[in-house]
């Protein structure tokens, strides 16, 4: 797969802000707020929706669908399912959060239900991938206990698997399709004492992903923007706090020159 980037990543902010796209998210309770508002900071629209009824039709007007399995039960099973189904058969673009993979054998169970609905980008911390690719692995419910970097067989095996690009994020962020890696640095340690912080970057790759991004080029920007706006934020706060505070400040602040000097 040719990774020549069709624009750059100051472009699909300044494509992402004009268009304004519909983010459908099937997210998890602790993060639900959060992540609507880093949405709308960044300048996409956001809806928060699993109903059964509706999943179909708001899936087919969004233009891309995250499902994060943080907090999940038989309904919402059912829900991330039925929207990855509905995702495929329209051939819209969803991102799978594995929340905790390897933690439990329901989670596990669902997770490897949701893998054959074919996600376009795959987000986790080092220990979810891992789990994930059925590599051995320890895990702490959602905190992972690995590196990234030991994890990146681990993604590349399940980028190879599932066709999917897969970020393992962490003190350095790594974008795997096939055997094509790319590194992200920067960010900052107190972005780890707010929760929630990985939930966002899986919507906002969900967002450049909805705004016509290839999979690769939408998760580099998506990454390349949290590193930009968690190292900003972590010079003006206090603690972590004010650090989520200053973070959707600095993401509604963002301008394309700015990434395009990050890159």
């Given at each position: 797969?040719?990774h020549t980037p069709t624009i750059t990543a100051g472009q699909w902010l300044s494509q992402l802000r004009q268009q304004s796209p519909l983010v459908h998210n099937i997210t998890n309770y602790v993060v639900m707020n959060n992540t609507a508002n880093a949405?709308?900071?960044?300048?996409?629209?956001?809806?928060?929706?699993?109903?059964?009824?509706?999943?179909?039709?708001?899936?087919?007007?969004?233009?891309?669908?995250?499902?994060?399995?943080?907090?999940?039960?038989?309904?919402?099973?059912?829900?991330?399912?039925?929207?990855?189904?509905?995702?495929?058969?329209?051939?819209?673009?969803?991102?799978?959060?594995?929340?905790?993979?390897?933690?439990?054998?329901?989670?596990?169970?669902?997770?490897?239900?949701?893998?054959?609905?074919?996600?376009?980008?795959?987000?986790?911390?080092?220990?979810?991938?891992?789990?994930?690719?059925?590599?051995?692995?320890?895990?702490?419910?959602?905190?992972?206990?690995?590196?990234?970097?030991?994890?990146?067989?681990?993604?590349?095996?399940?980028?190879?698997?599932?066709?999917?690009?897969?970020?393992?994020?962490?003190?350095?962020?790594?974008?795997?399709?096939?055997?094509?890696?790319?590194?992200?640095?920067?960010?900052?340690?107190?972005?780890?004492?707010?929760?929630?912080?990985?939930?966002?970057?899986?919507?906002?790759?969900?967002?450049?992903?909805?705004?016509?991004?290839?999979?690769?080029?939408?998760?580099?920007?998506?990454?390349?923007?949290?590193?930009?706006?968690?190292?900003?934020?972590?010079?003006?706060?206090?603690?972590?706090?004010?650090?989520?505070?200053?973070?959707?400040?600095?993401?509604?602040?963002?301008?394309?020159?700015?990434?395009?000097?990050?890159?």
């Amino acid at each position: 797969m040719s990774h020549t980037p069709t624009i750059t990543a100051g472009q699909w902010l300044s494509q992402l802000r004009q268009q304004s796209p519909l983010v459908h998210n099937i997210t998890n309770y602790v993060v639900m707020n959060n992540t609507a508002n880093a949405l709308l900071a960044l300048g996409a629209s956001p809806v928060m929706a699993h109903a059964h009824p509706e999943l179909a039709d708001m899936v087919g007007i969004a233009g891309a669908t995250v499902i994060n399995i943080g907090t999940l039960d038989e309904y919402w099973s059912a829900s991330y399912l039925q929207a990855a189904q509905a995702a495929q058969r329209l051939g819209k673009p969803w991102l799978l959060d594995p929340v905790g993979a390897g933690a439990t054998p329901y989670r596990n169970q669902i997770l490897t239900e949701l893998l054959l609905q074919r996600p376009a980008v795959i987000r986790g911390n080092a220990s979810e991938v891992m789990a994930l690719a059925q590599q051995a692995a320890q895990t702490k419910g959602v905190d992972s206990t690995h590196q990234s970097e030991e994890a990146l067989d681990a993604a590349k095996r399940l980028s190879h698997t599932t066709g999917a690009v897969v970020c393992i994020s962490g003190a350095t962020d790594y974008v795997v399709d096939q055997d094509k890696v790319t590194t992200i640095g920067g960010g900052h340690p107190l972005m780890t004492k707010v929760t929630g912080m990985g939930c966002t970057a899986s919507a906002l790759i969900g967002a450049f992903l909805a705004a016509g991004a290839p999979a690769f080029e939408a998760t580099c920007t998506a990454m390349l923007v949290m590193a930009h706006c968690g190292a900003a934020a972590a010079r003006l706060a206090q603690g972590p706090g004010t650090l989520q505070l200053h973070f959707l400040d600095a993401l509604h602040q963002l301008q394309p020159q700015d990434l395009e000097a990050y890159a």
